[in-house]
């Protein structure tokens, strides 16, 4: 029995004698891979041999769970690591997966990792790598994927790239590739996804060999100087999933595309010199073409098996090419298709009725081409369509009745075609934000149920023989664009419409009449009569209005009392990301003693509460959100709190119970950009603003592309801006979407503010934040800036937002200049002209058109450089002081 025992004891310490070995002997390849580099962040500081973590456990190291443990993945990204990648790594007999990606490393492709036996992952994408591809190369044999997107690597792409033959991912996107691409790619048998993408200075054909890969899902060749004609590829690329060869300089006409590629999703040959018929197929079965389909006889519907095979294609981007010939009219009725972009070509034909089995269908842009073809009824029957353009085609007969019956319709353009007959009532679509029917041939009157869309916004009727005379109501809709010039318009002109927009939009209709025009109306005193009697009503449903606001918010505040006493039993917790010397309960006392500042927005209230140490912090509060677990709530609020931007307000904590959140920022003294546009003798000079503007870009760039994860803002207003003591914008309210979840923050935007003039008109339809609707809000906030204006006049009932009224203003001759703030425009007209520019920019109905952030960044600071060279000249007076 002792024997025994003894033996087991032997045994036991000899096993984990064993196991001790193994892990030291690891956690030492890893502390000499950690000698070679530099960690100014210090966040490998778990990577110690001091530490009692085991090395299993450091951040970024994943073990197997066999036993003994065996590091296989180390994943690194954005660490903001630099210095050497050792060699010594590959001592890790089970490394698998190497992830450098996003950090400083700054030297020559570390093909000494070839050593690393089980390696079949390496990831060094955006670093700072240089030099060359190596012939070499091919000692990564066993690699599966490989990325080097994103870093600086020039020079050929070696032949030896074609003995990896186990590779399936390859990315070289965003390099300073040159010369061209080798044929033996088409060797690398088993790759799924080739990326060359953003390679400027590559000058190269596509190689024919590429067509050989059938196991390729995504084909990424975009903006990289590839030119000549598109080899015969596509019949080999059978699996092909995602092609993009856009922005390039390819020419010619498409090789054929038979019926080979299934399971096409997204096709996008936009932005080159490709000209001719498109070749059939895609997707579709050979016998569409025998029924007739190409030459437009065709007129039953597709027999579903048919169709099948393209079933899952869902964008198609062609535009700007010189394609000829019939646009293939299978496509307009493919079931998954979200978007069609043909624009700028000379594609005929016609588009079918069959468009309304296409219902996903979300956009539509074929300006600029010879379509001949009716506006088909089936157009009307996609409820999913939010864009339709199709200027510049030869569309001819009438609007059908429901031309625009999508409820999330937005933009339609039909300018520049022969469309005849009257112009149907529109009712449905009341998300439609521009309409431009303008040069057709419509005739009769324009509907009364224009004026029933709530946010129409422009609306271009001219150059058509329409008569009658305009509605009346139209002047309720703030109109930024009504341009009716051209038509056989005839009676009075709403008085609005004179007043706020430029002549010229309705000349060219001899009968109108009104004050300014060349007729003067008879018979004032009948309408006088109905304009007092509208008058009335307007003024007793204002009454009515401001009664169920009241009782509503009666209602609000009855819940929020009951609430609050609820709530206070609940168990707090509490993360504070700075020693705070305060508890969750003192800042509750705090709180309910305080009015809270300002309306806080759609969010929760602001309170300013002072600390036991004389500081004060700006509480907001939160409630009724149904949030994430405890833990994923802190894992959020952390990514938020770690940002560190002179133009971003800190978060110094948050306290948290069942139905409420604090978070606690960083008070900042001067209050609100808002507020001090409020105030009516606010005179912020001109240098200050533009301080403000460029304080406020630098926040958002860096949001949009600096900090990771990368974050849009999605309510900017000027009220989410505060100043500090210099008037150093600083950004609050952010990436509140990520504490509350998506759908609480919608439902909490649709019933704040969905008609806030800070959210873009695309919102209505699409409701994805995107960089592009920070873009737009920003523009506001430029508008606020440049004209002194608030973006929404309070009450009011005739005020414009600023967007709409600069946006008419700006029409007028000499408007530009009508709409900078008169009382600081004198000395610097010329740079507040140029940041004018820039906010009409941002504020394009049109979302490509926005500029990015960080353009905007750079645009403002030029004008500021040129600003203060020019202030420097002049030198003399100084700035005037602040008031408020
Ligand atoms: C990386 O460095 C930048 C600039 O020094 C710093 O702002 C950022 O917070 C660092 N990121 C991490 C993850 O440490
Ligand atoms: C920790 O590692 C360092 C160098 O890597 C070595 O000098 C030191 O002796 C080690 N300490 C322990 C306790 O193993
Ligand atoms: C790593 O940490 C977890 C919990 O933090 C623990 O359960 C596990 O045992 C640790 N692993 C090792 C190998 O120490
Ligand atoms: C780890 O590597 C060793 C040595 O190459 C090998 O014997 C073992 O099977 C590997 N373990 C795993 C889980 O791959
Ligand atoms: C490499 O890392 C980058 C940065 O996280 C990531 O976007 C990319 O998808 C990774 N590459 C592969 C092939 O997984
Ligand atoms: C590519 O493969 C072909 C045959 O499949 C072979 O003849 C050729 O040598 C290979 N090229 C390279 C560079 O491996
Ligand atoms: C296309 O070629 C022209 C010169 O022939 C060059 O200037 C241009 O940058 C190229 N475009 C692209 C997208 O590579
Ligand atoms: C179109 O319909 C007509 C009458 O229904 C029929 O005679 C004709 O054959 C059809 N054309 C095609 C191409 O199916
Ligand atoms: C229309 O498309 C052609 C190419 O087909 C292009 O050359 C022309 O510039 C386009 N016109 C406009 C106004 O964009
Ligand atoms: C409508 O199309 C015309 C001609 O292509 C263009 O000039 C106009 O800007 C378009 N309108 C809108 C609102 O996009």
Redo the contacts with the bound molecule.
Sequence with gaps: MAIFSRCFVLLSFSFSFFLLASASSEADILLSFKDSIEDVSNTLSSWSNTTAIHHCNWTGVTC?N?FPQ?V?FIDLQSMNLSGEISPSICQL??LTNLNLADNLFNQAIPLHLSQC??LETLNISNNLIWGTIPEQISQFQFLKVLDFSRNHIEGKIPEGIGLLNNLQVLNLGGNLLTGSVPMVLGNCSELVVLDISQNPFLLSEIPADIGKLNKLEMLLLQSSGFYGQIPNIFEGLKSLSILDLSVNNLTGSLPPIGMSLPNLVSFDVSQNKLFGPFPNGICEAKDLANLGLYSNSFNGSIPNDLIKECSNLERFQVQNNMFTGNFPSWLWSLPKLKLIRAENNRFSGEIPDSISKATQLEQVQIDNNSFVSKVPQGLGLVSSLYRFSASQNKLYGELPPNFCDSPVMSIMNFSHNYLSGGFPEVKKCRKLVSLSLADNNLVGEIPQSLADLPVLTYLDLSHNNLSGPIPEGLQNLKLALFNVSFNRLSGRVPLSLISGLPASFLQGNPDLCGPGLPNTCSGDQSRHRTANLSKLTGALSSIALVFVVAIVAFGVYVLRQSHKQKSQMDAWKSVFFYPMRINEHDLIMAMDGKAARGDGGAFGQVYIVNLPNGESVAVKRLENFRSQSFKALKTEVKTLAKIRHRNIVKILGFCHNDDSLLLIYENISRGSLGDVIRKPDSQLPWTIRLRIAIGVAQGLAYLHQDYLPRLLHRNIKSRNILLDADFEPKLTDFALDRIVGETAYQLSLASGSEKSCYIPPEYGHTKKATEQSDAYSFGVILLELVTGRQAEQPAAMDSLNVVKWVRRKINLKNGAVQVLDPKISQNCQQAMLAVLEIAVQCTSVVPEKRPRMSEVLKALQSINSRNSLASKELSSSGESSVHF
Excluded: V
């Design positions: 197997t066999t065996n296989y007999p089970n036996a089980s």
